[in-house]
């Protein structure tokens, strides 16, 4: 990569409608900063469109990101842009291979957050070792997108074919990878202002690592999502509907972490309902259970994966939650917007 003049953007603390003109400011702003962070032979060629190629299946997605505030504990608005991307292809047994990064800044952002959160989308694309190839810059006048909106499309090619929502099988057991409920948690921390007396840090996290290493296992995976907005409830509630069967959960081998169940009781919330941004739900044959707990095990944010439920084939399309005293209810899609701009 060529160098650049950075004198113009260094010594501008805030975005300016001009860097968004196509001009020598935008310039600076692309090459400067996205350019130099996101660095890659492909992004590098600077042409209207990347060229890719990919052989066998390939997994495709798009997200946008408007999490309010952008910065929360234990991540920011783009350190969640690659995790979720790359995570939603990771959940169809798809390696994350290219991104494109699409961002739109308000007039007046400050230049330092907007390079600590590129440097943050670097790092995390580093994990997974996806690339971004290609994007897009645009710059709206002060009050149009509440500081920052980024989107980003990823593809990836399929290494483990067969995982779907519609593949569920009696006798499959339920797993999760962590605690749930810790996003939502920390957002709502973060937006109220509170303080608690041990650290709680959002989930946020890429997954691709863990799901290889599943994959590298030869374990019969049936189903796989990460557990995102509408948490384990919405999951276990698609998946029940769309393989037509029966989801039963058992509420005291659900991992909850204090400082998240502490919110909920003082907020009215569900954990089951709370957003996650590193947390995934994995349906598999009941025999190979043990052998995917152990591979979990392996990794420090799977540290609490546990065994929470069965597949069966009573009150087909409806999920069943048991509590510890034996009594048994439905865990329905939650209803309603518990926290708006959680992603």
């Keep these: 990569m ?27 702003l692309i090459k400067g900063l996205f350019f130099k962070a996101f660095d890659n032979d ?47 292809l990771a959940m169809m047994g798809a390696k994350p291979q290219y991104l494109s990064c699409s961002v739109i800044i308000e007039e007046g952002f400050d230049v330092a957050n907007l390079k600590t959160i590129v440097d943050s989308m670097a790092k995390e694309l580093s994990i997974s070792g996806a ?57 709502l921390m973060a937006r109220e202002g509170l303080t608690l007396e041990s650290e ?20 019969d995976i049936h189903a796989m999502r990460d557990a995102t907005r509408g948490g384990l409830s919405a999951v276990l509630n698609e998946w029940a509907q769309a393989s037509n069967v029966g989801i039963t959960v058992s509420e005291e081998d659900v991992p909850v972490s204090e400082e998240v169940r502490g919110l909920c009781e003082l907020y009215g919330f569900e954990p089951f309902d709370l957003a996650n941004e590193g947390t995934f739900i994995i349906a598999l044959p009941q ?7 152990e591979v979990l095990s392996a990794f420090a944010a799977c540290g609490d994966a546990a065994v929470i439920g069965q597949v ?8 069943i939650l048991t509590s510890p005293w034996g009594s048994r209810r439905y865990l329905d899609l939650p209803q309603g917007e518990l926290l708006p701009r959680i992603c």
């Design 2 to 28: 060529s160098e650049i003049d950075l004198t113009t953007l260094s010594s501008t603390k805030s975005i300016q409608l001009s860097h968004g003109g196509g001009g020598q400011e935008m310039n600076k």
């Design 42 to 88: 492909i992004l590098r060629s600077e042409e209207d469109a990347a060229v890719l190629t990919f052989e066998g299946k390939t997994a495709f997605t798009t997200d946008s990101f408007t999490v309010s505030p952008l910065f929360f504990a234990g991540g920011n608005i783009g350190k969640l842009a690659i995790a979720g991307t790359v995570n939603d």
């Design 131 to 187: 690339k971004i190839v290609c994007g897009d810059t645009k710059v709206v006048p002060k009050g149009c997108a509440d500081g920052l909106f980024i989107n980003t499309t990823g593809v990836g090619s399929i290494v483990k074919q067969g995982i779907s929502v519609r593949n569920l099988k009696q006798d499959d057991v339920i797993i999760v990878s962590r605690d749930i409920g810790r996003h939502g948690a920390a957002i």
């Design 200 to 219: 709680l840090v959002s989930d946020c996290n890429t997954l691709w690592t863990a799901v290889e290493a599943l994959i590298e296992a030869d374990l």
């Design 287 to 293: 025999e190979q259970a043990e052998k995917a707990l």
């Design 312 to 319: 069966n084939d009573e009150h087909q399309g409806r999920v």
